[in-house]
């Protein structure tokens, strides 16, 4: 492992686990606890303090199986490292720690979404629908089955993932995170399209919904400003830096004065903007 986070976490998250009380009942109050720790862990945008609360959560589920599932999807996140990809030593660590849990409780599809996740990182599609498909038929209307269906679906049927992200938005119910997630995920999608696709419906939604995102602001920038809509992006811009201070968002802030100096020459360098598409879904 050679990225310093990705050692860093695998250290810590070996230490708590074997810290952790021999309970290994599910209960009520664990299961709670692993679900806050998830909903946290959709917040993670590369943020260490994000990643230091779903442990806390996780920690605090105590039992074992929760803690060590939830343990793995923090050392996911720590393994990401840019565009896409991932640090795949990092990655094996954590199913190392998903497995763990398994070896406990393998009949909980809380527990298997994880799993889910981390198959799709390794790019073993049989794995997941393997998965899906033992859990389809109870679990068709959970939050996290219908989020892994979506994303299991997405790139090679998207009708058939839109139906999957439909029915995990309203799985969400009332909870602002998930629909978020779900939103983000749609959205990033979109920017992939000719002229970005339904992106900026999408992210109006996100900053509806959450108007302290920094990375959703940033991506309504740059989509304005390649769609030639400058004071737009100039103001989600500055909504962006005012919210965080960041390089891809100062790089935006400096194609806009350009484009207002100088309108015929601008063109922003695709790939250095640096959208932020999806780390957590």
């Known amino acids: 492992m050679a990225d310093e986070r990705t050692v860093y976490y695998a250290n810590k998250l070996n230490q708590l686990a074997a810290q952790l009380p021999n309970n290994d009942d599910l209960h009520k109050e664990g299961y709670l606890r692993y679900q806050e720790g998830l909903d946290v862990f959709l917040s993670y945008r590369g943020h260490h303090e994000d990643l230091e609360r779903a442990t806390e959560h996780f920690v605090e589920c ?24 991932y640090d795949m030593d990092g990655i094996a660590h954590a199913m190392t720690l998903w497995k763990r849990a398994r ?17 799709e990182r390794m790019k073993q599609p049989e794995k997941i629908r393997e998965i899906l498909d033992k859990y ?29 992200f439909e029915r995990a938005s309203k799985a969400a119910r009332d909870s602002k995170v998930r629909k978020l997630c779900v939103l983000n995920r749609l959205a990033s999608e979109e920017l992939d399209k000719p002229n970005f696709g ?26 304005y400003l390649e769609q030639g809509e400058i004071d737009l992006a100039d103001e989600c811009n500055q909504k962006a830096l005012s919210i965080m201070d960041f390089g891809n968002a100062r790089y935006i802030q400096n194609e806009i004065k ?3 100096s100088n309108p015929l020459m601008r063109k922003v360098k695709t790939g250095v903007f640096g959208v932020l598409r999806r780390l957590i879904t």
């Open 62 to 85: 105590g039992v074992r199986p929760y803690s060590f599932a939830g343990f793995a999807t923090v050392m996911e996140g720590a393994s990401y490292l840019s565009g896409g990809a």
């Open 103 to 119: 070896m406990i409780q393998s009949n909980r599809f809380e527990i298997e979404y994880v799993g889910t996740r981390l198959y």
């Open 258 to 260: 350009q484009a207002r």
């Open 136 to 164: 389809k038929q109870k679990y068709n209307k959970n939050f996290w089955y219908c989020l892994a269906e979506a994303n299991y679906w997405y790139k090679q049927d998207e009708k058939r993932g839109k139906y999957w």
């Open 198 to 223: 339904d992106s900026v419906r999408l992210y109006r939604q996100v900053v509806k919904l959450d108007p302290k995102d920094p990375w959703a602001w940033h991506n309504l920038s740059y989509v």
